[in-house]
């Protein structure tokens, strides 16, 4: 599933978003940090690029609900959060 890097029409980003949701329940594991989806999304060694995107398209997909951003272990504020930080999808239980 290559992507371009290019993020610059709503296409684009709405294409991120869906890869972000795609590798998130094809990986199957709670959470993964950016850089595991951008590598996962990216063809090649080209998946720098992709990292402030991702972040981007995080917070708009944690403001819908459609995924969860944790840092260390807890479901933080998309709206205000900083560091290290990981993405898993919303759990049903």
Same mark, same amino acid.
């Given at each position: /599933? @290559? /992507?371009?890097? =290019?993020? =610059? +029409?709503?296409?684009? @980003?709405?294409?991120?978003?869906?890869?972000?949701?795609?590798?998130?329940?094809?990986?199957?594991?709670?959470? &993964?940090?950016?850089?595991?989806?951008?590598?996962?999304?990216?063809? @090649? +060694?080209?998946?720098? +690029?992709? &990292?402030?995107?991702?972040?981007?398209?995080?917070?708009?997909?944690?403001?819908?609900?459609? &995924?969860?951003?944790?840092?260390?272990?807890?479901?933080?504020?998309? +709206?205000?959060?900083?560091?290290?930080? #990981? &993405?898993?999808?919303? #759990?049903?239980?």
């Amino acid at each position: /599933m @290559g /992507m371009h890097t =290019s993020d =610059s +029409n709503a296409a684009d @980003g709405a294409s991120l978003d869906e890869a972000i949701l795609a590798v998130l329940a094809r990986e199957g594991t709670q959470t &993964l940090s950016p850089p595991e989806i951008a590598h996962a999304i990216a063809k @090649g +060694n080209d998946w720098h +690029n992709l &990292l402030v995107p991702i972040r981007r398209s995080a917070v708009t997909l944690a403001q819908a609900g459609r &995924l969860v951003i944790y840092r260390k272990g807890k479901p933080v504020d998309p +709206n205000d959060f900083r560091g290290v930080y #990981r &993405l898993g999808l919303p #759990r049903h239980d």
